[in-house]
């Protein structure tokens, strides 16, 4: 019987899940990834790392299931998203890849918004300097024989493609986010691309998430053990990716993405843009579907910094402030530890922790980080609500699915239940795996993308609700007290 591979190409590392035709995981991998922080508000990545560790994954599978590894029919990929891989005319990276948590483009963002304002419309979004088009703005103004030499643009997941298949290709909802995508005509945009000084030569062929983009190279067929056939499906952005794992492909079908970077995810069946509200209004994986987006920089991420700042594991630390947990903490966090996107759009913004004393504890301080994490959600379930989006429940999926405790938190800071789902963990390689399916074997998609079992519906607690009411606005007007400061700061270094 035939089988599915997804690969997730994630920030911290590369996830690869092997399923059955009754979507059943066979195997799991996960190889760790690194990044590098030259300067300050920098983040990059070498593309070729990105490819090690999909061999490793893939080497992990086979050591697992051989014989199931040898079935495989489609693979599909998904990744982080707005990353730049500039590629020569050789097709080797130029320089390491500009990553979404990125700040140096600022300006270039800022420019952009102010000379082009009507591009935010069809782009879905204003410009931030997280995006792809500001990026290789600064690159022409600060690296410009770099820029003069770029022969292809491609999105992380999409130089493992181009490994995978030696086709240059995207998918419509990872193209979303490079601010170069005419959202309802799902089509690149020349317009964007002629103010960044690009045209449609650089750019990948575009498919949708459900199409083939090529198939697995000869070579690597044989070396991997599979047939000369496999499909590769276009894939999608992590976000679509982890919203066709939960089967979130109806109208305003909500979950909360809770890895590395959180996101709030909306899926809707026309193109609703509200640049006003710094909302993303991008293309699902799925043909003529969108959805709107608030998408946060700092994540679970923040919960593993604390853990690193501590000392100790995560599991320990959760428990142990779950044990103490009756109230909202006495301190607040501010979770700004990589800038933040909505609602802010500022990458000068830091991670702040108020109203520490001598009595402060561990178990308050990782308590302090979960409801840190939690306010920036209220503010996305804000900026929606301002767009005219109401939520009655969310699904929750990614790593910080995996606790009961931050989902509580989540669900008393939100007023709002959360689901959580049976293999939510596995996220975008999941969906990754459904996209190769249906790429491979062109059924519908609400016959593969159907909801996941359900584990546990948390109800928030009405009590716990109203105190935190005055701690979310003591959050937001902490931000906006420090706003001014954060930019000093950075100024006063650089």
Same mark, same amino acid.
């Given at each position: 019987?035939?089988?599915?591979?997804?690969? !997730?190409?994630?920030?911290?590392?590369?996830?690869?899940?092997?399923?059955?035709?009754r979507?059943t995981?066979?195997?799991?991998?996960?190889?760790?990834l690194?990044?590098s922080?030259?300067h300050?508000?920098?983040?990059?990545q070498d593309?070729?790392?990105?490819?090690?560790?999909?061999?490793?994954?893939?080497?992990?599978?086979?050591?697992?299931?051989p014989?199931?590894?040898?079935?495989?029919r489609?693979?599909?990929l998904?990744?982080?998203m707005?990353g730049?891989?500039?590629?020569n005319?050789?097709?080797r990276?130029?320089?390491?890849?500009i990553?979404?948590n990125?700040g140096?483009?600022m300006?270039e963002a800022?420019?952009l918004?102010?000379?082009?304002?009507?591009l935010?419309?069809s782009a879905?979004?204003?410009?931030?300097?997280g995006?792809?088009?500001p990026?290789?703005l600064?690159?022409a103004?600060?690296e410009p024989q770099?820029?003069s030499?770029?022969?292809k643009i491609?999105?992380p997941k999409?130089?493992?493609?181009?490994?995978m298949t030696g086709?240059?290709?995207?998918?419509?909802?990872?193209a979303?986010g490079?601010w170069? $995508? !005419?959202e309802?005509?799902r089509s690149?945009?020349?317009r964007?691309?002629?103010?960044?000084?690009?045209?449609?030569s650089?750019?990948?062929h575009?498919v949708e998430g459900?199409q083939?983009?090529?198939v697995?190279?000869?070579?690597l067929a044989?070396?991997?053990?599979?047939?000369?056939d496999?499909?590769?499906a276009?894939g999608?952005?992590?976000?679509?990716?982890?919203?066709?794992g $939960?089967?979130?492909i109806d109208?305003?079908?909500a979950?909360?993405?809770?890895g590395?970077s959180?996101q709030?995810?909306?899926?809707t069946?026309t193109?609703?843009p509200?640049?006003?509200t710094?909302?993303h209004a991008?293309c699902?994986?799925?043909p003529?579907r969108?959805f709107?987006?608030?998408?946060m920089l700092n994540g679970a991420?923040?919960?593993?910094?604390?853990?690193?700042?501590?000392?100790?594991?995560i599991?320990?630390?959760?428990?142990?402030?779950?044990e103490r947990?009756?109230?909202?903490?006495?301190?607040i966090?501010?979770?700004?530890l990589?800038?933040e996107r909505?609602?802010?759009?500022d990458?000068?913004?830091?991670?702040?922790?108020?109203?520490?004393t001598?009595?402060?504890c561990q178990?308050?301080?990782?308590?302090a980080?979960l409801e840190?994490?939690a306010?920036s959600f209220?503010?996305a379930?804000q900026?929606?609500?301002q767009a005219?989006t109401?939520?009655t429940?969310?699904g929750?999926i990614?790593g910080g699915s995996?606790?009961?405790?931050?989902?509580?938190?989540l669900?008393?800071?939100?007023?709002?239940?959360l689901?959580?789902?049976?293999?939510?963990?596995?996220g975008p390689?999941?969906g990754?795996?459904?996209?190769?399916?249906?790429?491979?074997t062109g059924?519908?998609?609400?016959?593969?993308?159907t909801?996941?079992?359900r584990?546990?519906?948390?109800h928030?607690h009405?009590h716990?609700v109203d105190?935190?009411?005055?701690?979310?606005e003591?959050?937001r007007?902490?931000?906006?007290a420090?706003?001014?400061?954060?930019k000093?700061?950075?100024?006063s270094?650089n």
């Amino acid at each position: 019987m035939p089988n599915y591979l997804g690969i !997730d190409v994630g920030t911290s590392a590369v996830k690869a899940i092997l399923i059955d035709h009754r979507q059943t995981p066979l195997a799991e991998a996960e190889v760790q990834l690194s990044i590098s922080r030259p300067h300050d508000l920098w983040s990059e990545q070498d593309p070729e790392s990105w490819w090690r560790a999909v061999e490793r994954a893939r080497e992990h599978l086979h050591a697992e299931a051989p014989a199931a590894m040898a079935e495989v029919r489609g693979i599909g990929l998904s990744g982080q998203m707005h990353g730049a891989v500039l590629l020569n005319e050789q097709d080797r990276p130029l320089r390491p890849a500009i990553l979404w948590n990125d700040g140096r483009s600022m300006r270039e963002a800022e420019d952009l918004g102010k000379d082009y304002p009507e591009l935010s419309e069809s782009a879905g979004v204003i410009p931030m300097p997280g995006f792809t088009a500001p990026k290789l703005l600064w690159v022409a103004r600060h690296e410009p024989q770099v820029f003069s030499a770029v022969r292809k643009i491609l999105l992380p997941k999409d130089y493992v493609r181009l490994r995978m298949t030696g086709e240059c290709v995207t998918d419509m909802s990872d193209a979303a986010g490079t601010w170069w $995508l !005419d959202e309802a005509s799902r089509s690149w945009s020349d317009r964007a691309l002629a103010v960044t000084g690009l045209d449609r030569s650089q750019m990948p062929h575009l498919v949708e998430g459900t199409q083939p983009s090529g198939v697995l190279r000869s070579d690597l067929a044989r070396e991997w053990g599979m047939r000369g056939d496999v499909v590769i499906a276009g894939g999608a952005g992590d976000a679509a990716a982890g919203a066709i794992g $939960l089967g979130a492909i109806d109208e305003v079908s909500a979950f909360i993405s809770l890895g590395t970077s959180g996101q709030l995810f909306v899926t809707t069946r026309t193109f609703r843009p509200a640049p006003e509200t710094l909302l993303h209004a991008f293309c699902h994986a799925l043909p003529e579907r969108w959805f709107q987006m608030a998408a946060m920089l700092n994540g679970a991420s923040c919960l593993s910094w604390a853990a690193g700042l501590l000392k100790a594991e995560i599991k320990p630390l959760l428990d142990q402030a779950e044990e103490r947990y009756q109230k909202p903490s006495n301190l607040i966090f501010l979770p700004y530890l990589a800038g933040e996107r909505t609602p802010h759009n500022d990458p000068y913004a830091r991670g702040v922790f108020f109203g520490l004393t001598p009595e402060t504890c561990q178990s308050e301080l990782v308590q302090a980080v979960l409801e840190g994490v939690a306010f920036s959600f209220a503010d996305a379930k804000q900026c929606l609500e301002q767009a005219g989006t109401r939520l009655t429940s969310i699904g929750l999926i990614g790593g910080g699915s995996r606790s009961s405790f931050w989902a509580q938190i989540l669900a008393n800071v939100l007023d709002l239940p959360l689901v959580r789902y049976e293999g939510a963990d596995k996220g975008p390689a999941f969906g990754a795996a459904r996209l190769a399916r249906l790429a491979s074997t062109g059924e519908q998609p609400e016959a593969v993308c159907t909801q996941p079992q359900r584990l546990q519906t948390i109800h928030p607690h009405t009590h716990l609700v109203d105190l935190y009411a005055p701690r979310l606005e003591a959050f937001r007007s902490l931000y906006h007290a420090l706003r001014p400061e954060f930019k000093k700061a950075y100024r006063s270094v650089n």
